[in-house]
């Protein structure tokens, strides 16, 4: 069974800070790999794909790849409230399928 | 206009009832999916399809049934509806004619309550 790992949070950061998010998975021929940010009853909305290991960065986000360590993440520098929402990593394998994890719920406090 | 719709947003239902959703996209994607969510369990894979002729189970299709009528339209249908298929459900769309990603997007969702 193909997995995809999150910390369900939720996860508490100050506004200004950065708000780090970890997702690990199962499945060591995964190809791509996915952050979405989805707002309480609303659909995901993608914010950052990656493919290669390394970091890359767009605006306030990083995505973080380790495929050794089977390992992803997003960093959000200068969180702001409206940051506040769960976020959901997705990792595509090597055939055809894409699996989300439950997704991490993130809170910016002012 | 949204790239991805679906029909009706939200609707409540009674148990038994047949119910179908509905789903359009102008993104030209060849591949369309319906998920559902409920709290806690993340999205679930219901139907997908790779093209018009081609309609695959995910991992939780019993209960449902899905038709392809065009690339652009994908329905999800509930032929007896009952109270533990109360939840949101999405549609999704990629395009993997141009190989990886295969990125998907998602519609706005629909809320359906069974009683």
């Known amino acids: 069974q193909k997995e995809v790992e999150q910390n369900s949070g939720p996860l508490s950061v100050p506004e200004g800070a950065i708000a780090s998010l970890n997702c690990t998975y199962s499945?060591?021929?995964?190809?791509?790999f996915f952050w979405y940010r989805q707002y309480s009853g609303k659909s995901p909305e993608l914010i950052m794909s990656?493919?290669?290991?390394g970091d890359k960065e767009d605006g306030r986000f990083t995505a973080q790849l380790n495929k050794a360590s089977q390992y992803v993440s997003l960093l959000i520098r200068d969180s702001q409230p409206s940051d506040s929402a769960t976020y959901l990593c997705?990792?595509?394998?090597?055939?055809?399928?894409?699996?989300f994890g439950a997704g991490t719920r993130l809170f910016v406090k002012a | 206009d949204a790239d991805v719709t679906q029909t009706p947003r939200n609707r409540i239902t009674k148990t038994g009832k047949r119910i179908m959703l509905e789903c359009s996209q102008t993104?030209?994607?060849?591949?369309m999916y319906w998920y559902r969510q409920d709290p806690g369990l993340g999205l679930r894979l219901i139907y997908y399809?790779?093209?018009?002729?081609?309609?695959n189970k995910g991992e939780i299709s019993d209960g449902y049934s899905v038709s392809r009528q065009a690339q652009a339209k994908f329905s999800l249908s509930l032929e007896s509806a009952i109270p533990n298929q109360t939840a949101l459900y999405f549609c999704?769309?990629?395009?993997?004619?141009?190989?990886?990603?295969?990125?998907?997007?998602f519609g706005p969702g629909t809320r359906l309550t069974v009683l």
């Open positions: 999704a769309t990629s395009d993997f004619r141009g190989g990886y990603p295969d990125t998907q997007y």
């Open positions: 499945d060591r021929v995964s190809q791509s």
């Open positions: 399809s790779f093209d018009v002729k081609d309609i």
């Open positions: 997705a990792v595509r394998d090597g055939g055809f399928k894409t699996i």
């Open positions: 993104k030209g994607h060849d591949r």
């Open positions: 990656i493919y290669s290991n």
